[in-house]
């Protein structure tokens, strides 16, 4: 009798003390604090929560984090394209973060786990497949999540008729080393197919690493419905920036991090406005970022003040793409970026370094403008500059042909996720 009251207190107890320790996470070590008491906890807590008896197909996604950036929007589209009459959605994140974009993500999942909150570092792995076989989850899609990765030796085994799909983006610059393509690649036994986002890096991807050419699939980052049947207005962003409808209006949208590479808009309005003399010509970098105070010192030393705005975070970014007449991508690597699809999706062609995915967005000249990768890029990247603002006309016919590109090829690829996530379900 003693015993059975004892296990109905520790029962009482759990919750309560389970959530202290939560709280606690960040000012006290976790796993020092709970130690094999752990597992125990989260599986009377957590992990204890009852599925309802839906006969939906039961989709985990594991992602790094929902902070404002591209590899989010693109995650945000693939959910916003599954049907919701087929999917009942649960999402874990792996790092810690602010999560912004939580609530955007809330509209598409029945629960959401934010893993530094829920568990200690080193029972991460464990309680992704923990959660997998209590929801009895028929897909898994994996994207940039190193504890989900690490969980799939325990969760194909417990369940070989679950589907699973990771998506890889990039293979990063070369202090990245390759990015995520060794973690897929090491675990490619477990995983039903690696989905990637250009016919580049599927090349790539096969070239350095031994996985099955029949396994590795190209769904390219698409454009959601919102998006493209957006009208945006120019008003706001034209009074603000061009009243007098004089300027040619040059666009950056991304990070200012290294890896986007916003300082060299700066040297390229340095060789155009100092150097060339065109003085009408107005450069707008939209973001946050590390970099942000560096590109304000460089804009200073180089008297650019009046040729070159720090917009910070835009919301409304379409209406500022559709006012501008190029948009500007630096990043010596990239996979297929939204924000080039966005452009083109309001006419704004996109000038681009031609590198990675981007030769298979942008047709040189016919819907956009690409730089070569030599010499001087900032210098390239002028010379094609002025090559637009001599040649309006010709412009005007690439504005239109960018959004029939987009139209064409980047609006339904989320249809082929629903399909391999469906397969045999």
């Not at 897929?184 to 090349?203: A, F, M």
């Not at 309006?392 to 064409?408: D, F, H, Q, S, T």
């Amino acid at each position: 009798m003693l015993s059975m009251d004892l296990k109905n207190a520790v029962k009482k107890l759990a919750r309560p003390l389970y959530v202290a320790c939560r709280n606690l996470y960040g000012k006290i070590d976790l796993k020092s604090l709970l130690g094999p008491l752990e597992k125990p906890l989260l599986r009377k807590t957590v992990l204890n929560r009852q599925n309802n008896k839906s006969k939906k197909i039961k989709l985990l996604v594991c992602i790094t984090w929902m902070k404002v950036g591209g590899v989010e929007r693109v995650i945000l589209n693939t959910l916003e394209g599954l049907d919701k009459n087929k999917f009942e959605i649960y999402i874990i994140t792996s790092l810690p973060n602010e999560n912004k974009w939580e609530p955007k993500f809330k509209k598409h999942a029945k629960q959401i786990f934010h893993l530094p909150k829920v568990a200690s570092k080193k029972n991460h792995s464990w309680f992704i497949a923990e959660l997998a076989k209590r929801k009895e989850c028929d897909s898994m899609l994996i994207t940039n999540n190193i504890p989900a990765y690490e969980a799939l030796p325990n969760i194909k085994p417990q369940n070989p008729k679950i589907t699973i799909l990771d998506l890889l983006h990039t293979h990063g610059r070369p202090q990245e080393k390759d990015a995520f393509l060794p973690l897929s690649s090491r675990y490619d036994q477990y995983i039903d197919k690696h989905v990637v986002i250009s016919n580049y890096l599927k090349n790539y991807f096969l070239r350095k690493y031994k996985v099955s050419s029949e396994k590795v699939e190209v769904i390219y980052n698409s454009i959601d419905a919102e998006t493209l049947n957006h009208t945006p207005s120019k008003a706001k962003w034209r009074l603000r920036l061009d009243p007098a409808k004089q300027k040619f209006i040059v666009c950056f949208v991304g990070r200012l991090a290294d890896d986007k590479n916003p300082l060299r808009v700066i040297e390229i309005a340095n060789i155009l406005v100092n150097e060339r003399k065109f003085k009408n010509l107005l450069f707008v970098i939209a973001g946050e970022g590390p970099l942000k105070k560096k590109l304000i010192e460089v804009v200073d030393r180089y008297n650019l003040t009046k040729n070159v705005i720090l917009l910070g975070h835009v919301e409304d970014v379409l209406e500022l793409m559709a006012l501008s007449d190029l948009v500007i991508i630096t990043s010596d690597m990239e996979g297929v970026p939204l924000t080039a699809l966005e452009a083109m999706s309001v006419g704004t062609p996109v000038i681009a370094l031609a590198v990675g995915g981007l030769p298979e967005i942008i047709n040189h000249k016919k819907d956009g403008y690409l730089v070569r990768m030599a010499g001087n890029m900032a210098i390239n990247f002028a010379n094609q500059i002025k090559y637009v603002i001599d040649h309006p006309e010709g412009n005007n016919k690439v504005k239109a042909m960018a959004r029939k590109k987009v139209l064409y090829k980047f609006t339904s690829t989320n249809k082929r996720y629903e399909e391999l996530l469906t397969k045999d379900k």
